[in-house]
């Protein structure tokens, strides 16, 4: 198994408005990983606002984008590496392209890579022991799927070790030597999709870049950008935060 060495500081506060824009602020060397029990202005992809109340685990770090031979995939690769540590606690996740980590039909984990002056920053949002959410969010816990409560330290520093073993693949690889295994877990896999576009079509699997396959009636499409709203047939609306 490849190795790549992710933690090099971790910085655990209370509270901040958000751990992805304190890391892009800049002043925190390559392999910060920054943890806050609360965010007040936790967000995830186009800026939309992630609930970041107490009892998930909120964090983020930094990277030197140079590393890694290309970045696209980058949110698949680490859904990957959520996925993995889960089942090895006995849960059945899904990843649902191009950023979120589901399970039982829910969203349980949400991750955001952006690029800045400071580097390459990751920001990860995870529910773990919450034991209830908004009406009319599609969401759920570790809590809620197990009955557990868990310690989100011993947690974190599980899928830190879980990400710096996907990386160092991911490193050594490229995307192509873990395309199969993240495609095996796509929520929605052969179904009929809607993107945020309003494109539809059969959700055929993963390019190499990491870029969705949709089968629409022009062909096999591979789709670099936006997102997966809904399931067609559904009977509602995944919530995409």
Excluded: H
């Amino acid at each position: 198994m490849f190795k790549f060495m992710l933690l090099s500081a971790l910085v655990w506060v209370k509270e901040l408005p958000s751990t992805q824009d304190e890391l892009k602020r800049g002043g925190y060397p390559s392999g910060t990983v920054l943890v806050a029990d609360r965010q007040t202005a936790g967000r995830g992809r186009r800026g939309r606002r992630w609930l970041s109340d107490e009892g998930g685990l909120y964090f983020s770090f930094l990277l030197r984008p140079e590393l890694f031979p290309e970045l696209l995939p980058l949110p698949v690769v680490l859904g990957l590496a959520v996925c993995r540590l889960l089942e090895n606690e006995g849960l059945r996740p899904s990843l649902k392209w191009p950023n979120d980590v589901y399970l039982s039909g829910r969203k349980l984990c949400g991750i955001l890579t952006e690029v800045s002056k400071s580097g390459l920053v990751v920001g990860v949002g995870l529910n773990v022991n919450q034991t209830s959410f908004p009406e009319g969010l599609n969401a759920t816990s570790l809590k809620l799927e197990t009955g557990r409560t868990l310690d989100r330290k011993e947690l974190l520093l599980k899928l830190l070790k879980s990400f710096s073993e996907e990386l160092g693949r991911f490193r050594q690889e490229g995307f192509k030597g873990l395309r199969k295994e993240a495609v095996d877990r796509l929520l929605w896999l052969g179904e009929e999709v809607k993107l945020s576009d309003g494109r539809t079509g059969k959700l055929a699997g993963l390019s190499e870049r990491g870029g969705l396959l949709l089968l629409t009636e022009r062909g096999l499409e591979e789709v670099l950008s936006g997102e997966l709203t809904l399931r067609l047939n559904a009977r509602r609306e995944d919530a995409s935060l």
